[in-house]
């Protein structure tokens, strides 16, 4: 904590230097420079007391000069002011020790579920929760007549919602600007990583095949959004199952339920229920980076905060399928590019593992 004291203290200095125009005027009022030392100086009163399973911030009360110091909630909204007026000081102080305010260390992703099946109504369904953001796919399969170009291929449809419930930042009436940019993202990281093979969809070449509409729902939107709708995506497929088929005399395909299939008088065109071969299966990871630190799986606060932020996905076969920045600052080395990367497999490797679980529950129910 020494340390951390030390450090702040330099970087107080260093604010009033910067603070100050060639010929000595401040660059903005001396008050203001005040109350963010004030509040500077609660924020140095927090010791962090990190083990494996927990992290507390706790005040530390000072008796100088006989006098009490303040009570621990006063100080909590002292900290929460600054955060709020002043966020990258805030989290400045938090870099030099290599800790986020949620605890996390800054290459920790936060927990992830999945539950697979969660929609009964839909041919394939996934809930997958990252910390606080947590997202809803379901897959509707229906027979289309596909095109002449691809006699023998499926499609697949994105939509990505985002509803006033998942954010403050959503307004009623007014779609997200962002939402059609991920169901984009989405559409365009599921074809190239060539994840779901579209013949598999195909049930008559020429004449019927299946469209696959995968529909996701942000039900809580705090940061990575493109990574848990990319999980929930690959999961809902991952539970997918193609339904029972049967042609008619005239040559209309229909679904046929499990009640039907013993009942029905015209052949099947799948004999049983089955589930897509995936391959080549993609995971994503976003960062965010403010000079030299990189902060994985950001949430929302620091999504806006940091000047940088990048998101990559990577297949299971270590393949790079995408790299997508949004405007910010420039990276400022291609080291920092390779340690994104470096973080990417790693957290690959993580969401294979928890997505490899899930289907094991599944099974095992």
């Given at each position: 904590?020494?340390?951390?004291?030390?450090?702040?203290?330099?970087?107080?200095?260093a604010q009033?230097?910067?603070n100050?125009?060639?010929n000595?005027?401040p660059?903005?009022?001396?008050s203001q420079l005040?109350?963010?030392?004030?509040?500077?100086?609660?924020?140095?009163?927090?010791?962090a007391r990190?083990?494996?399973?927990s992290?507390?911030?706790?005040t530390?009360?000072?008796?100088?000069?006989?006098?009490?110091?303040?009570?621990?909630?006063?100080a909590?909204?002292?900290?929460?002011?600054?955060?709020r007026?002043f966020?990258l000081?805030?989290?400045?102080?938090?870099?030099?020790?290599?800790?986020?305010?949620?605890?996390r260390?800054l290459?920790?992703a936060?927990d992830?579920t999945i539950?697979?099946?969660?929609?009964a109504?839909?041919?394939?369904?996934a809930l997958?929760?990252?910390?606080?953001?947590?997202?809803?796919?379901?897959?509707?399969?229906?027979?289309?007549?596909?095109?002449?170009?691809?006699p023998?291929?499926?499609?697949?449809?994105v939509e990505?919602?985002?509803p006033?419930?998942?954010?403050p930042?959503?307004?009623?009436?007014?779609p997200?600007?962002?939402?059609?940019v991920?169901?984009?993202?989405l559409?365009?990281?599921?074809r190239?990583?060539?994840?779901?093979?579209?013949k598999?969809?195909?049930?008559?070449?020429?004449?019927a095949?299946?469209?696959?509409?995968?529909?996701?729902y942000?039900?809580?939107?705090?940061?990575?959004?493109?990574?848990a709708?990319?999980?929930?995506?690959?999961?809902?497929f991952?539970h997918?199952?193609?339904p029972?088929?049967?042609?008619?005399?005239?040559?209309?395909?229909f679904?046929?339920?499990s009640?039907?299939?013993?009942?029905?008088?015209?052949e099947?065109?799948n004999?049983e229920?089955?589930?897509?071969?995936?391959?080549s299966?993609?995971?994503?990871?976003?960062?965010?980076?403010h000079e030299?630190?990189?902060?994985?799986?950001?949430?929302a606060?620091?999504e806006?905060?940091?000047?940088?932020?990048?998101?990559?996905?990577?297949?299971?076969l270590?393949?790079?399928?995408?790299?997508?920045?949004?405007?910010g600052?420039?990276?400022?080395s291609?080291?920092i590019?390779?340690?994104c990367?470096t973080?990417?497999?790693r957290r690959m490797?993580?969401l294979?593992?928890?997505?490899?679980e899930?289907?094991?529950?599944?099974?095992?129910d």
């Open positions: 904590m020494g340390l951390l004291i030390s450090k702040l203290a330099h970087y107080n200095q009033k230097k910067q100050k125009t060639k000595g005027t660059k903005v009022p001396s005040s109350t963010l030392n004030s509040f500077s100086h609660s924020l140095l009163k927090f010791t990190r083990t494996p399973t992290y507390q911030m706790e530390t009360q000072t008796t100088e000069g006989g006098g009490g110091g303040a009570t621990g909630i006063a909590q909204m002292e900290v929460e002011a600054f955060r007026l966020p000081p805030f989290y400045k102080r938090h870099l030099l020790e290599s800790v986020r305010p949620d605890a260390a290459d920790y936060r992830t539950s697979l099946g969660p929609v109504s839909a041919d394939g369904s997958v929760k990252i910390g606080e953001t947590a997202m809803l796919a379901a897959i509707k399969l229906e027979v289309m007549t596909p095109s002449k170009e691809r023998d291929e499926g499609s697949i449809v990505f919602y985002m006033p419930i998942c954010s930042m959503v307004r009623p009436g007014r997200a600007e962002v939402a059609p991920i169901s984009k993202q559409l365009d990281v599921i190239s990583s060539g994840m779901v093979n579209l598999e969809l195909c049930l008559i070449s020429g004449k095949s299946w469209i696959a509409y995968l529909d996701i942000c039900l809580n939107a705090d940061g990575s959004l493109f990574d709708a990319l999980l929930s995506a690959v999961a809902a991952t997918l199952q193609i029972l088929v049967s042609v008619t005399e005239e040559g209309r395909v679904t046929v339920s009640e039907q299939e013993e009942k029905t008088k015209f099947l065109v004999k229920k089955r589930k897509l071969s995936l391959s299966i993609p995971f994503p990871l976003t960062c965010v980076i030299d630190y990189i902060l994985v799986d950001p949430t606060e620091e806006t905060v940091m000047e940088t932020s990048i998101t990559l996905v990577l297949d299971t270590g393949n790079l399928v995408s790299i997508y920045k949004p405007g600052v420039g990276l400022a291609t080291e590019m390779k340690e990367i973080r990417t497999k490797q993580e294979k593992t928890i997505l490899e899930s289907v094991s529950v599944m099974e095992v």
